[in-house]
């Protein structure tokens, strides 16, 4: 009985804030969200990063180590997702990898393994968040655009913010109170926001081809977990830093893949993008509290 409550009260607070966001873009669909995008791009998400990746959450040895595991996920990804859009026939697969390559472990994972595991948690989850958003700004702009841009690295916030944090773990650095205080505030506000923009995307992005959007968010939220108990087993990992693992795999496509899709990708890409986005998130609603069910259950 003890863990079903600690499921409760893990996923609980993640689907209400969702749900608050779905009724209030149900109820205004004029609601404007630019600024959550604006803040949680150049304050919230590179105050996550720099609170969540300190000495006092993570090693770096961790680091390093989940980092490369995630990267070998995100391999697998890759992989399963050529699969899956060759059997459909997909005519550009390069352009519709991403949702298949890059889950949402920003908005929905780092809070379900924050309130699964603590501070601890966190730091793991951070830490493949960290390697998801540099991949947003490089492979992500790659596969959407085919063709590398070094600008949008420079010009992103939370790749200064990640550079920041790895510095500050190599040397075991401790962050002043008055800075670890801020980034506190600003994580948590954020994780508020971008979850119910979330939860606001639901009500304007739409499917354009059902069958095509279930059979895909299958290679996401239910292959995506398969590769990361395999990886879990193979390099025998275990206790929380694996759970955390298992419930990153587990995620659903990130909305930043629209977003980077709707500005370098043709309407037709982007609009599949978008129903994979939305059926894999409503998929994972199901999905997700088995995942961390079992992750609780095994990995603690």
């Known amino acids: 009985m003890e863990i079903y409550l600690k499921l409760f009260e893990v ?27 604006n803040f949680a ?12 990746l300190n000495p006092t959450n993570i090693s770096f040895d961790i680091f390093k180590n989940y980092f490369w595991y995630y990267l070998i996920a995100i391999v697998c990804f890759f992989v399963v997702g050529i699969i899956f859009l060759y059997i459909q026939n997909t005519k550009d697969i390069i352009r519709e990898l991403p949702p298949f390559v890059m889950p949402n472990t920003g908005n929905m994972g780092l809070p379900i393994c924050l309130f699964a595991y603590g501070s601890q948690g966190l730091g793991v989850s951070a830490a493949i968040s960290a390697l998801i958003i540099l991949c947003h700004f490089t492979l992500g702009v790659f596969l959407a655009a085919r063709k590398f841009s070094i600008d949008v690295i420079i010009k992103s916030p939370p790749f200064y913010a990640v550079i920041i944090a790895v510095i500050i773990l190599y040397y075991d650095l ?14 948590y506000a954020t994780i508020f926001l971008i979850l119910m923009s979330l939860g606001i995307a639901l009500t304007r992005l739409k499917v354009f081809s059902i069958n095509k959007a279930i059979f895909s968010s299958i290679g996401r939220v239910i292959i995506g977990p398969i590769i990361g108990y395999l990886l879990i087993l193979y390099f025998g990992l275990e206790g929380f830093a694996a759970g955390v693992l298992l419930i990153q795999c587990s995620m659903p496509s990130a909305i930043l893949n629209y977003l980077v899709g709707s500005i370098y990708s ?7 993008i978008a129903s994979m986005i ?17 992750a609780l259950k095994y990995f603690n």
């Not at 791009?41 to 969540?52: F, K, R, S």
């Not at 043709?266 to 599949?272: A, E």
């Open 11 to 37: 996923l609980f607070p993640v689907f209400f804030v969702v749900g608050i966001g779905y009724y209030l873009g149900k109820k205004n669909p004029k609601i404007d969200t630019t600024f959550i995008t």
């Open 41 to 52: 791009a150049n304050v919230g998400t590179p105050a996550m990063i720099i609170y969540a």
């Open 174 to 187: 401790r962050l002043p109170v008055f800075i670890e205080n801020t980034t506190f505030l600003l994580m």
């Open 266 to 272: 043709p309407k037709k890409i982007v609009d599949n």
């Open 278 to 294: 939305v059926v894999s998130t409503l998929m994972s609603f199901v999905t997700i509290p088995l995942v961390v069910f079992f």
